[in-house]
Structure formats: structure tokens, C-alpha cells
């Protein structure tokens, strides 16, 4: 398995009605690369096979893959709103379902795949493609005859719009087997609508792709003699069609492709004409060098074909039975387990070797505190005697504290008159940031909180203030009257000096 995903080598066949191309990928940690190409008659003959067996025999050393696509005019494609699977197997009986309903085959004498191509909350629009196996038997008995085996099938279009949407990423290589997978914007960005138009020479495919997936595709034949605004004209009308039919409000990007001559010219007239960002791109711009990247287009097809079959695209289509879908994400998975579990490994024992340097450490400090167990000793006893002065020092401000409050309560009761009397007291102690040593000896502050009931309220605030011990009298809150008396509350600042006298 891992020289197999380490290095591999890949055969992808575009298959014409006449002729089939072929083109050798290798694929090893630097990414995907051309090793050769070869255009082959579409027969089974003796020459022809001698032919190709030479072609195979000089690229072919190791394992290898094959992944062929066929022409769109072979199958038969039809996309329709299925609902939501949970599975691949699903997929296929949904597929098999619809395929049954719509499309005028017997089951059993067609190739067919689904191809999900946009999810919504119950349901998903999907692909279903059809081929009759009778299409498939000239492949069949050529690849009988080379004893080959083939790996995927898939159809032409599918094939170019995975080479267009991989010509801008990095493909392959180490990134495919640490299993991170580039995801490529040249259709739009997430949930954007993108137009690709590949143009031939005597038609052009239109289709509408959402999350680099086809919704929608059609095959349009144009005459390249006409006028280019007629042309422009007519594939703009069809592009609105199609939008419409979708039930889509905008396209974010159009996309052209192809061999042409028209490409440029018809870029431009578009752009005009639809008022969309349109970008013009060779879609093996991502495998070969520019040059000779313009003239091997042709090969487009049959490099599409193995980027979709290894699980790189993002349209994953076999019409081959039996065959599963490669995803080069969960081929991936392993070795990205293997790289997990050799990261915890090294991190299991880098914190070892740290718990073992932590034991040192502590034995080294362990060493220095029997070395200087004597004048630790000193200094716990020194930190002992600081102890008991700050508690023989809290006991005498406490005596001094507990003096003021009866010299405060002795001076209320002097003060307060007959008819009042205190149902509440608050005192708290302040410190007054105002004063320092030895003015902080000769002053203490505290807040007074006082309630109850009298007579006049306001007399108690002249008597309060006449005081030595009391500053800032004033009442908190409104005075209430309490039967025939008024219920007050007052707060006053206490402040406590020795030898304190009546105010003068």
C-alpha cells in the first residue's frame, strides 16, 4: 500500500469514437507529472495491440493504475433532485431508482453512477449517469486483450473540468499523502455559482458548477465562421437559460477554456455582455511548463480522467460496477494516523526527559537546604519573633480601638436628649490617608451610623456637631414621622483625639 501511494505511476485514456489517446502520469512526493503521450487507432487488431504493448512495456516498470473516459454522446446524463442519502450504497440504490424511472434502459444492460452535485437540508440535486454496456465492450475486449485491468470510467466533460479545477492548485505529491488537500477557487468561491465554458471545434460545453461540482452541463454546437457578437449573443442567452432554470440569482465567475482561436475574442464579448469576472485558463497550466502546456490541450480529457479517478477532484464519477470512488483523504488515513501517533510519541518523550530534569533540579535543591539547615533555622525563628510583636501590636490597637467606642458611646449619652432615643449604631473604623506617623498615634477616624427616634431630629445634628468627637453630621435620608415622633437616621464622622475637649 504505501509504494503504491508513495509512488505510482498512471495511465489516463481518452477514448473517441474512432481513436483513443493516452497519456503516462507519475506521481511521486513531488507531485504529478508527463512522462509521455501516444494517440492510438480504436481497434483490436494485431498491430494496434503490438503497438500499444510497446507503449506500456517502455513507462509501465511497477504497479499501475488505468482511468479512461468516454464521450458524453455515449451516456446519457440526467440530473434530478434525490433525497438526501446517507451513504455511498444509498446513492447507488437512490441512483438505481431514478435510473429506472427516467432513463430508457434496462438496468441490467447499462454502466451507471451518481454524481451528488448540490445538498440542501432534506434533499440533493445529483448526476445520474447512464451507458449502455454494449458502448463499454470494444474497451473491454482491447483491455481483455492487453491484460489490463481498468480502475475507473468516467465521461469526457467530468474529466476536463477536474483538470480546469486542479490546473491552479498543487496536486499530489506529499499533499496527498499527508492527506491535505487544496481546495481550489477557479469556479468561485464556497457557495458561489461559476460558469465553465470549454469550447472545441465545432462545439462547446456549457455548464454551471457550485462548490467546484456540476449542477448542470450542455453541449452547444456554434459555427466559428459567424460574427463573434452573434456567437457571444447566443451562448449568453443559453448561460441566462440556464441560471433560470436553476432558480440561481448571479453567477460570481465565468471560466473558458479550450483550443481555439474564438477563446480570447469570446472572452472579452462575454465579459461585456454578462458583466461577470471572466478569466481565460489552459487547463494543464497546473502540470506542464506554458509551452508545452498549449499545445497538448488535447490531453485534457485523459489527465482529467486520472486526477478524478485518484480521488484529487472533486467530482468523483466510475461507471465501472463494483468499483469504489477513491477519496485521497481517506486513502490518507493511515499514514496520517502513523504521523499522529510517531507526533505523540516524541511528545510522550520530550515530557519525560522533562520530568526527569525536574528531579534532578529538586534533588540539587534538596542538597542546598541540608547544606543551610542552620540559618534557615535562624530564620524561622526570627520570622516567629516578627509574628508574635505583629500580634502583641493587634492587641494593643484593638485595647485602643475598644477605649474610643466607650469614650464615643459615653459622649451619645451625655448628648442625646430625653425625648430621643437610639435604636441602631454603626461604627467603622477609616483610615485617614491624610496623616502620617506620628500624626496617625495622635488621630484615629471612623464613620458613625445612628437611628432612632425623637421629638426634633434636627436639634440632634446642632448637638452632634457641638462635640469634640463628631465632624460632618448629616442625615442619611428623609426624616419620617412615627406617631408623634420623627424617625431619623444620621451618619457622622468620628474623630478621636487625646485630651479632646468641647468645641470652641
Same mark, same amino acid.
Given at each position: 500500500?504505501?509504494?503504491? #501511494?508513495?509512488?505510482?505511476?498512471?495511465?489516463?485514456?481518452?477514448?473517441?469514437?474512432?481513436?483513443?489517446?493516452?497519456?503516462?502520469?507519475?506521481?511521486?512526493?513531488?507531485?504529478?507529472?508527463?512522462?509521455?503521450?501516444?494517440?492510438?487507432?480504436?481497434?483490436?487488431?494485431?498491430?494496434?495491440?503490438?503497438?500499444?504493448?510497446?507503449?506500456?512495456?517502455?513507462?509501465?516498470?511497477?504497479?499501475?493504475?488505468?482511468?479512461?473516459?468516454?464521450?458524453?454522446?455515449?451516456?446519457?446524463?440526467?440530473?434530478?433532485?434525490?433525497?438526501?442519502?446517507?451513504?455511498?450504497?444509498?446513492?447507488?440504490?437512490?441512483?438505481?431508482?431514478?435510473?429506472?424511472?427516467?432513463?430508457?434502459?434496462?438496468?441490467?444492460?447499462?454502466?451507471?453512477?451518481?454524481?451528488?452535485?448540490?445538498?440542501?437540508?432534506?434533499?440533493?440535486?445529483?448526476?445520474?449517469?447512464?451507458?449502455?454496456?454494449?458502448?463499454?465492450?470494444?474497451?473491454?475486449?482491447?483491455?481483455?486483450?492487453?491484460?489490463?485491468?481498468?480502475?475507473?470510467?468516467?465521461?469526457?466533460?467530468?474529466?476536463?473540468?477536474?483538470?480546469?479545477?486542479?490546473?491552479?492548485?498543487?496536486?499530489?505529491?506529499?499533499?496527498?499523502?499527508?492527506?491535505?488537500?487544496?481546495?481550489?477557487?477557479?469556479?468561485?468561491?464556497?457557495?458561489?455559482?461559476?460558469?465553465?465554458?470549454?469550447?472545441?471545434?465545432?462545439?462547446?460545453?456549457?455548464?454551471?458548477?457550485?462548490?467546484? /461540482?456540476?449542477?448542470?452541463?450542455?453541449?452547444?454546437?456554434?459555427?466559428?465562421?459567424?460574427?463573434?457578437?452573434?456567437?457571444?449573443?447566443?451562448?449568453?442567452?443559453?448561460?441566462?437559460?440556464?441560471?433560470?432554470?436553476?432558480?440561481?440569482? #448571479?453567477?460570481?465567475?465565468?471560466?473558458?477554456?479550450?483550443?481555439?482561436?474564438?477563446?480570447?475574442?469570446?472572452?472579452?464579448?462575454?465579459?461585456?455582455?454578462?458583466?461577470?469576472?471572466?478569466?481565460?485558463?489552459?487547463?494543464?497550466?497546473?502540470?506542464?511548463?506554458?509551452?508545452?502546456?498549449?499545445?497538448?490541450?488535447?490531453?485534457?480529457?485523459?489527465?482529467?480522467?486520472?486526477?478524478?479517478?485518484?480521488?484529487?477532484?472533486?467530482?468523483?464519477?466510475?461507471?465501472?460496477?463494483?468499483?469504489? #470512488?477513491?477519496?485521497?483523504?481517506?486513502?490518507?488515513?493511515?499514514?496520517?494516523?502513523?504521523?499522529?501517533?510517531?507526533?505523540?510519541? /516524541?511528545?510522550?518523550?520530550?515530557?519525560?526527559?522533562?520530568?526527569?530534569?525536574?528531579?534532578?533540579?529538586?534533588?540539587?535543591?534538596?542538597?542546598?537546604?541540608?547544606?543551610?539547615?542552620?540559618? /534557615?533555622?535562624?530564620?524561622?525563628?526570627?520570622?516567629?519573633?516578627?509574628?508574635?510583636?505583629?500580634?502583641?501590636?493587634?492587641?494593643?490597637?484593638?485595647?485602643?480601638?475598644?477605649?474610643?467606642?466607650?469614650? +464615643?458611646?459615653?459622649? /451619645?449619652?451625655?448628648?442625646?436628649?430625653?425625648?430621643?432615643?437610639?435604636?441602631?449604631?454603626?461604627?467603622?473604623?477609616?483610615?485617614?490617608?491624610?496623616?502620617?506617623?506620628?500624626?496617625?498615634?495622635?488621630?484615629?477616624?471612623?464613620?458613625?451610623?445612628?437611628?432612632?427616634?425623637?421629638?426634633?431630629?434636627?436639634?440632634?445634628?446642632?448637638?452632634?456637631?457641638?462635640?469634640?468627637?463628631?465632624?460632618? +453630621?448629616?442625615?442619611?435620608?428623609?426624616?419620617?414621622?412615627?406617631?408623634?415622633?420623627?424617625?431619623?437616621?444620621?451618619?457622622? +464622622?468620628?474623630?478621636?483625639?487625646?485630651?479632646?475637649?468641647?468645641?470652641?
Amino acid at each position: 500500500m504505501f509504494e503504491n #501511494k508513495l509512488i505510482k505511476t498512471v495511465l489516463g485514456i481518452e477514448f473517441k469514437d474512432d481513436s483513443f489517446t493516452v497519456a503516462c502520469l507519475k506521481s511521486n512526493l513531488s507531485g504529478i507529472s508527463l512522462i509521455s503521450s501516444s494517440m492510438f487507432p480504436f481497434k483490436d487488431d494485431d498491430e494496434t495491440i503490438n503497438e500499444i504493448k510497446k507503449f506500456t512495456g517502455r513507462y509501465l516498470t511497477g504497479p499501475f493504475n488505468v482511468f479512461i473516459s468516454i464521450p458524453d454522446k455515449w451516456t446519457i446524463t440526467k440530473f434530478t433532485e434525490i433525497p438526501l442519502p446517507k451513504g455511498e450504497g444509498s446513492v447507488l440504490q437512490l441512483a438505481r431508482y431514478e435510473i429506472e424511472r427516467h432513463i430508457p434502459f434496462q438496468i441490467d444492460d447499462i454502466f451507471y453512477d451518481a454524481v451528488i452535485a448540490d445538498k440542501k437540508n432534506s434533499s440533493c440535486t445529483a448526476a445520474l449517469i447512464a451507458v449502455p454496456k454494449e458502448k463499454i465492450e470494444g474497451i473491454r475486449k482491447l483491455f481483455e486483450r492487453l491484460a489490463i485491468n481498468i480502475d475507473g470510467i468516467s465521461i469526457s466533460h467530468f474529466a476536463v473540468l477536474s483538470a480546469i479545477e486542479l490546473s491552479a492548485v498543487k496536486a499530489g505529491g506529499w499533499r496527498e499523502v499527508l492527506g491535505i488537500t487544496s481546495i481550489s477557487d477557479i469556479f468561485g468561491g464556497r457557495d458561489e455559482t461559476g460558469i465553465a465554458l470549454v469550447i472545441g471545434k465545432n462545439e462547446m460545453v456549457l455548464s454551471v458548477i457550485k462548490n467546484n /461540482l456540476c449542477q448542470y452541463f450542455k453541449t452547444i454546437p456554434y459555427d466559428a465562421e459567424k460574427p463573434i457578437d452573434i456567437i457571444s449573443e447566443g451562448i449568453s442567452f443559453i448561460i441566462k437559460e440556464a441560471l433560470s432554470e436553476l432558480s440561481l440569482q #448571479k453567477m460570481h465567475k465565468l471560466t473558458i477554456s479550450g483550443d481555439s482561436p474564438l477563446l480570447q475574442n469570446l472572452a472579452d464579448a462575454l465579459k461585456v455582455r454578462l458583466g461577470v469576472n471572466t478569466q481565460t485558463l489552459n487547463p494543464l497550466a497546473g502540470f506542464l511548463p506554458a509551452d508545452r502546456a498549449a499545445e497538448m490541450q488535447g490531453l485534457a480529457p485523459s489527465i482529467g480522467a486520472c486526477l478524478s479517478g485518484l480521488g484529487l477532484a472533486s467530482m468523483k464519477l466510475n461507471l465501472l460496477p463494483h468499483k469504489i #470512488k477513491r477519496d485521497s483523504k481517506r486513502v490518507s488515513g493511515l499514514i496520517t494516523k502513523i504521523s499522529a501517533a510517531a507526533v505523540i510519541l /516524541l511528545g510522550v518523550s520530550i515530557m519525560a526527559e522533562g520530568i526527569v530534569n525536574e528531579k534532578r533540579a529538586l534533588a540539587r535543591l534538596a542538597d542546598e537546604v541540608k547544606k543551610n539547615e542552620s540559618e /534557615l533555622a535562624k530564620v524561622e525563628k526570627l520570622a516567629a519573633g516578627l509574628k508574635t510583636i505583629e500580634e502583641r501590636q493587634s492587641f494593643l490597637s484593638n485595647i485602643k480601638i475598644n477605649d474610643i467606642i466607650l469614650n +464615643v458611646l459615653l459622649e /451619645l449619652t451625655n448628648l442625646m436628649p430625653q425625648d430621643a432615643w437610639i435604636t441602631s449604631l454603626s461604627f467603622k473604623e477609616t483610615q485617614d490617608k491624610g496623616l502620617k506617623p506620628p500624626a496617625k498615634e495622635q488621630a484615629i477616624r471612623a464613620e458613625l451610623t445612628i437611628s432612632g427616634f425623637a421629638d426634633s431630629s434636627s436639634k440632634l445634628i446642632s448637638l452632634l456637631e457641638g462635640s469634640a468627637f463628631f465632624e460632618k +453630621v448629616e442625615f442619611v435620608g428623609p426624616i419620617k414621622k412615627s406617631g408623634a415622633k420623627e424617625d431619623f437616621k444620621i451618619k457622622a +464622622v468620628v474623630v478621636h483625639k487625646k485630651d479632646a475637649g468641647s468645641k470652641k
